[in-house]
């Protein structure tokens, strides 16, 4: 197998990477940001990436929301989470917080530590970098473009640089959860814990519609892990809806529910079915059990029988 994931060496994501069976030992290929890295796969020169969705503090990742809602078609494949800590790595020649004039980070860590800067290094200046580890790598340049990173402990234990502080995080118990994504193929199998990605165009703007759509699981007792709407960029209010789900698509009650979804909103993405990396097996009640949907089919096929 060969993977791209959000590089440089060094990131959280790789960290997501290293936990998939085999990947350390794989071809890994660190991408400058999630969209190169998802286009590697459209592409196929790797078979898999490995990109942030979603922390608990921050929500959901847009750059990597948008990129699997629009083009080509992709899929997840697993899902992996990350509890996440960061560190004030310093250049050559800083020794105090006060000397910081400009610090740079991932935008995500940046709001994950926002409160913390505010209050010890409220004279710094951010400037976006496309990771943590990039941030912390132009550190060790000959003339660094900025004072401080704010980057993972493993990083900066690696590189050798020099920490000034440990956990600036606002809230401690982060986490972020990573997806590997392929080209549509072959679904995972059901593990009983697992979970599902919807992309879901709204339909028509008028009263109820999101109402019925999330009647559909409702009414088969689906329960949703995340729902978040982004806008399509064709123009003002409007939006599509990225959803995570509890179940596989093998589940009766999960096709029951997509089979209405897709009679409401026909351009949906199925974006896969996926060992939850963590959870439960869901509660189901009687009536939304295999056996049910089953026997209510079959029912319905014996009247339809004497037409
Ligand atoms: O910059 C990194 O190290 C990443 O892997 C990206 C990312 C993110 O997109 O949220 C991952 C985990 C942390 O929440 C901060 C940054």
């Given at each position: 197998?060969?993977?791209?994931?959000?590089?440089?060496?060094?990131?959280?994501?790789?960290?997501?990477?290293?936990?998939?069976?085999?990947?350390?030992?794989?071809q890994?290929?660190?991408?400058?940001?999630v969209?190169?890295?998802?286009?590697?796969?459209?592409?196929?020169?790797?078979?898999?990436?490995?990109?942030?969705?979603?922390?608990?503090?921050?929500?959901?990742?847009?750059?990597t929301?948008?990129?699997?809602?629009?083009?080509?078609?992709?899929?997840?494949?697993?899902?992996?989470?990350?509890?996440?800590?960061?560190?004030?790595?310093?250049?050559?020649?800083?020794?105090?917080?006060?000397?910081?004039?400009?610090?740079?980070?991932?935008?995500?860590?940046?709001?994950?530590?926002?409160?913390?800067?505010?209050?010890?290094?409220?004279q710094?200046?951010?400037?976006?970098?496309s990771?943590?580890?990039?941030?912390?790598?132009?550190?060790?340049?000959?003339?660094?473009?900025?004072?401080?990173?704010?980057?993972?402990?493993?990083?900066?234990?690696?590189?050798?640089?020099k920490?000034?502080?440990?956990?600036?995080?606002?809230?401690?118990?982060?986490?972020?959860?990573?997806?590997?994504?392929?080209?549509?193929?072959?679904?995972?199998?059901?593990?009983?814990?697992?979970?599902?990605?919807?992309?879901?165009?709204?339909?028509?703007?008028?009263?109820?519609?999101l109402?019925?759509?999330?009647?559909?699981?409702?009414?088969?007792?689906?329960?949703?892990?995340?729902?978040?709407?982004?806008?399509?960029?064709?123009?003002?209010?409007?939006?599509?809806?990225?959803?995570?789900?509890?179940?596989?698509?093998?589940?009766?009650?999960?096709?029951?529910?997509?089979?209405?979804?897709?009679?409401?909103?026909?351009?949906?993405?199925?974006?896969?079915?996926?060992?939850?990396?963590?959870?439960?097996?869901?509660?189901?009640?009687?009536?939304?059990?295999?056996?049910?949907?089953?026997?209510?089919?079959?029912?319905?096929?014996?009247?339809r029988?004497?037409?």
């Open positions: 197998m060969s993977y791209a994931y959000l590089g440089p060496a060094g990131t959280f994501t790789e960290s997501a990477l290293l936990q998939v069976p085999g990947a350390a030992d794989a890994r290929i660190p991408a400058s940001s969209n190169v890295a998802l286009s590697m796969v459209r592409e196929g020169s790797v078979e898999a990436a490995m990109v942030p969705i979603e922390n608990s503090v921050e929500g959901g990742v847009s750059a929301l948008d990129a699997i809602a629009q083009g080509e078609a992709l899929q997840i494949v697993a899902e992996i989470l990350v509890p996440i800590s960061f560190v004030l790595a310093v250049r050559p020649g800083i020794d105090s917080l006060e000397q910081i004039k400009r610090i740079s980070t991932h935008g995500h860590a940046w709001a994950q530590c926002r409160l913390w800067a505010e209050a010890n290094i409220p710094a200046a951010f400037t976006p970098a990771s943590t580890a990039a941030g912390a790598l132009a550190l060790e340049e000959a003339e660094p473009p900025h004072d401080a990173a704010i980057c993972s402990p493993l990083v900066a234990q690696e590189r050798g640089l920490v000034l502080a440990r956990g600036v995080e606002d809230n401690q118990g982060a986490v972020t959860r990573f997806i590997l994504v392929t080209r549509p193929g072959k679904i995972p199998a059901p593990t009983k814990v697992d979970k599902s990605t919807l992309i879901l165009p709204l339909p028509e703007d008028r009263p109820g519609a109402m019925e759509i999330l009647e559909q699981f409702t009414a088969r007792g689906v329960n949703l892990s995340r729902i978040e709407s982004r806008p399509t960029g064709q123009g003002l209010g409007q939006y599509f809806f990225s959803v995570d789900f509890e179940g596989h698509v093998a589940d009766e009650r999960v096709a029951a529910a997509l089979s209405g979804l897709h009679r409401l909103s026909p351009e949906l993405r199925f974006l896969g079915s996926y060992p939850a990396a963590e959870g439960v097996e869901p509660f189901v009640d009687a009536h939304n059990s295999d056996a049910a949907f089953s026997e209510a089919r079959d029912w319905v096929k014996s009247l029988e004497r037409l």
